[in-house]
């Protein structure tokens, strides 16, 4: 048993279990350990004061729930599964006796909340409603998949099975394959097919899937039936539609089903989804969906900065569809993908505290705003389904580092981490996302020959590679050796990161006649505070004539790198026009500090 | 008394009455006969078929009322009460059995309708509901209020009180001032005490301006108090905030109290909010309202074409503001205003044929767009605010073309109409908007000196007065004649209209690097229907590098004039790049030929 956040039966890529992958120091171990010691505490004092563990103690009828802060939306305790799934996790890295405790009183709430035909959902049962009546809004399969979803973690991590056996009979409730208006039941359906060794919940997930797409889910009035891709079946769908998150956790379902049956077709048309919206509904960041109204994908190339909805959940849904497509597929580009998205779609969602989270991620917040408008990170949301997102995220974050295959070991994503598998044992050093290079030593390696394959970003422009065999340029792409490898052994590349500016696609209207900059993997973004004095970010142009600079911010984070972007005032003022500057820092640290005006597009 | 739709106690221009100012030829001609014969026609089969009418039938409890089409929305009684107005006014242009019988049935409904007490709203009185409980969502004043502004046109036009007499009622059964979520209350009881004589009412509005903006509603938590503008004071606020519709409606109605109680900082109030939204959130076309989630203004200079909501209902609502500015102040740049907007705000709200209409009017439609998204004019809305406020509009249009002084009189807006006030007899004549000179034909005037005063717009760079003193150039704002006019003087504004290249404010990130055209004042658009073979639209860039040529466009109407815009091809593609042209036609005429992309704003 494997301690994976997924376990596809046939793959090309094979995931490392959790335990053999250990984060040791870094950007990455600094995360990892924010998210443990501060945002996994700060999530179980949240959900208690939610309401969300109230609404787990209230299932004898509505009128005691009308009483709990937490009873009023139908998805809280999804919330409460994906804490439970990240504490999973967390456990398996390390023992914790507080997570562990509080981990165990949740789940004997869960348990007793249960009722005895397996039936499980406070929202509904505290109403005295009857399952399964509310298809399209009801999100009553979606909390079940977040169930199953904690169930597979623990049982992976822990072999603990008692949230599995919950998730088991709520699961055979279900009477048939019907359709969630919130996917999420079909990937966690074939995960628990894969657990539990029964074949049925493939299938019903199977089903699901091609039950969708025919215009059958009641409500499509209010935002059409793309909001729930209930348009066009899911095999058939041309492009990415409707709300961002539904979409992308179905295509995670449509992955798992078509690889577990090994539906050929079923699973191009997730990569034609995949690459369409890559091409066409991204944003810099690796963010998704344009609309703030239904938290929707856009039109091609309807990418607007400041009213980017980019839920961080979108982002997260990303990371997790890459994932299963560079595991079904070996494609690196999916790898490139998840740096892009984790870097800078995943990570602004949460403070560098840890503990104050944005649902939605814009990459520009005007200097003047409405009146009461939003732009603060906050301790948690009314639908709070981000926060614990990112907590099950975070803690399963090393198992997105490496794969293996029969050839050897792949390194997706650099952080200093140490792999132990079988034979081989690697140390992995660098200063990553800060610095460029990367040390590989071979502390153990079979007598064998294998081969080490490493990614070379697509925003890399210049990388080298040194080893045994001496040193060689290596284009974007993988960067692979061969050999019989010995302890001792040391294999460093290089990536060039300078300060670059980014075009954009010119398709993009929102964003014409801006550039962006970028350092390595990371997004950059100005922000009032490191606007010249008396100057407004809005003031600011990017003047080409001069060099980006790279810069040290330990202001703000001890390793941080800044970058010094040389500007003109696009207008007159009373600061000096010519020879300004203003410090960019890495968007995922934005809104860290005061309130103000921040952009990732610069005018020219 | 005077047919007007409004009129107030005090102002610096009095408005004519709307017998006396008669539109003869032309393009308003046309389209108010199309208002009259086939918009407001359509307008009673769609109130029937959307069962707002069988609403007003149903008055004995919900179940009834659950089985009715109309019955699910809580606002659906106003749209009858628009439509009523609308016929007002029409009739009072000139008889029509037919409209006058379908009016007359439909009076008869809302009479018995309404409860012994007073109390009219049928979707409280259908669930059984008890009065003024939901004061956020409930629209009951917002509801009352189109049937008071209904009451008073019916009374104004036709002398024909029995509106009148249930909307009195139904106001004396408010129990006091309070808080509507929908703004429209305050105006219309300024209107009913100006019409019964009744200073109370006039009381109660001042007090429900003074009541909003100290938070009280409940429910602000969905989009913020902001919303219903009640997150400051009406009289401290700087900006205009939230709805935009609530907001402008609510405007009108700080206008109408600080008229009537000669309240000069309200006023102030209102004209600086004015003021700041045309400098940061007023499109090119006059429409307001950046965003869709909540309908709302944006930030200052969020202003993006393709996401524009620019609800026809907002742009209707700013001329209703305008036009009570330009009367209580005498600023001509009110009159500017109004132009821009009923051209391009409020007109692409309704198709040439007067039977679809839009809700939304965005500067941009995409050519590829997201499966299943708007983009087409519909007959009606399940939420159809805007079409009965577009046949009220245009049934009263004339009455906003000229006002008059002590000193003489003003024409505003340019339409061939004769005026006939008293010992005055003009006839004015005119190609506006194709043709810029605009006729005035004096075929009766008093003996003593008087002032006749023409709007020269701003967008005019070059005109000239020619009368019986000469020919003089004049300079944007109002040019004047002042003398002993007899009849048979002439006097003949030329305003030159040549087709224009419209830079955007370059605070306005949407539409950095773009241009828009424009001709006199009108605002053009390039429709894909005019573009190049085998070529989109988003593939064009405007060549400045040629000139802009005037062209008849009768293919799409008798008269319009079209404007050839010199492009290139902004990529490569099998069309050739250079010496393209592309045909840009009235933005108002979009949408009126076969789906596919638009654009406002043109890349440079």
């Known amino acids: 048993m494997s301690v994976v956040v997924v376990q596809p039966s046939r793959t090309r890529f094979h995931p490392f279990d959790a335990r053999q992958v250990s984060l040791v120091t870094g950007f990455w171990a600094d995360r990892i350990r924010t998210n443990r010691e501060r945002t996994i505490p700060h999530g179980l004092d949240q959900l208690r004061s939610a309401g969300n563990l109230e609404n787990l103690r209230i299932t004898d009828g509505y009128r005691a729930a009308a009483d709990s802060v937490g009873a009023v939306l139908p998805f809280l305790d999804s919330d409460v599964y994906k804490w439970l799934e990240a504490i999973g996790w967390e456990l398996a890295r390390a023992p914790d006796p507080g997570l562990a405790a509080a981990a165990d009183d949740v789940i004997a709430l869960v ?130 539609a409707g709300h961002a998150v539904r979409q992308l956790y179905l295509d995670c379902g449509a992955v798992d089903v078509a690889v577990e049956l090994g539906d050929d077709r079923l699973l191009a048309a997730v990569r034609r989804r995949w690459d369409d919206m890559m091409r066409t509904r991204t944003y810099l960041t690796g963010g998704m969906g344009s609309r703030h109204r239904d938290e929707a994908f856009g039109d091609p190339y309807e990418l607007p900065p400041d009213r980017a909805y980019a ?82 995220m975070l803690s399963s974050w090393q198992q997105y580092l490496a794969t293996h295959d029969d050839s050897g070991i792949q390194l997706h994503q650099y952080a200093s981490a140490d792999i132990v598998s079988g034979p081989v044992h690697l140390q992995i050093r660098t200063g990553y996302p800060w610095d460029g290079r990367v040390t590989v030593r071979f502390l153990q390696s079979p007598p064998e020959p294998w081969t080490l394959s490493m990614r070379v970003p697509r925003w890399c422009r210049s990388a080298t590679l040194t080893g045994p065999d001496g040193t060689l340029a290596a284009g974007a792409g993988i960067v692979k050796r061969h050999r019989r490898w010995q302890a001792g052994d040391v294999v460093e590349l290089n990536l060039e990161m300078p300060a670059r500016i980014t075009e954009p696609d010119p398709r993009i209207d929102a964003v014409r006649g801006c550039v962006a900059v970028e350092r390595g993997p990371l997004v950059y973004c100005v922000e009032a505070a490191d606007a010249p004095e008396h100057t407004e970010i809005e003031e600011l142009g990017w003047d080409p004539g001069r060099e980006l600079a790279s810069v040290p911010r330990p202001d703000i984070d001890e390793s941080m790198v800044g970058v010094t972007v040389p500007v003109f005032r696009r207008w007159p003022g009373e600061t000096p026009a010519e020879g300004l500057a203003v410090g960019a820092i890495p968007y995922f640290a934005w809104a860290n500090r005061a309130v103000g005006g921040m952009r990732v597009w610069i005018p020219r």
């Not at 499509?220 to 492009?239: I, L």
């Not at 998205?341 to 560098?352: A, D, H, K, R």
């Not at 009146?371 to 389904?385: N, V």
């Open 111 to 240: 348990a007793a909340a249960q009722r005895p035909d397996g039936y499980l959902n406070t929202y509904v049962q505290a109403r005295g409603g009857e399952p399964y009546r509310d298809m399209s809004w009801g999100h009553e399969l979606y909390c079940l998949a977040h169930l199953i979803q904690a169930a597979v973690a623990w049982h992976r991590a822990l072999d603990d099975d008692r949230l599995l056996t919950i998730a088991v009979r709520a699961a055979d409730h279900v009477p048939a394959a019907l359709i969630d208006g919130h996917p999420g039941i079909e990937m966690a359906l074939v995960e628990l097919g894969r657990v539990t060794g029964e074949r049925r919940y493939v299938t019903m997930a199977a089903e699901m899937i091609e039950l969708r797409g025919h215009g059958t889910l009641a409500g499509a009035e209010r935002f059409g039936a793309t909001y729930w891709q209930d348009h066009d079946p899911v095999r058939d769908a041309a492009s990415v």
């Open 311 to 392: 839920e961080t959940c979108a982002a997260i849904a990303s990371v997790m569809l890459a994932w299963r497509l560079l595991l079904a597929t070996g494609d690196v580009g999916y790898a490139d993908t998840i740096e892009r998205t984790m870097f800078n779609g995943v990570l602004p969602g949460i403070s560098l505290s840890g503990t104050r989270f944005f649902y939605t991620n814009p990459l520009q917040r005007r200097t003047h705003r409405v009146p009461g408008g939003a732009g603060e990170r906050r301790p948690w949301y009314a639908c709070a389904c981000c926060p614990p997102n990112l907590m099950r």
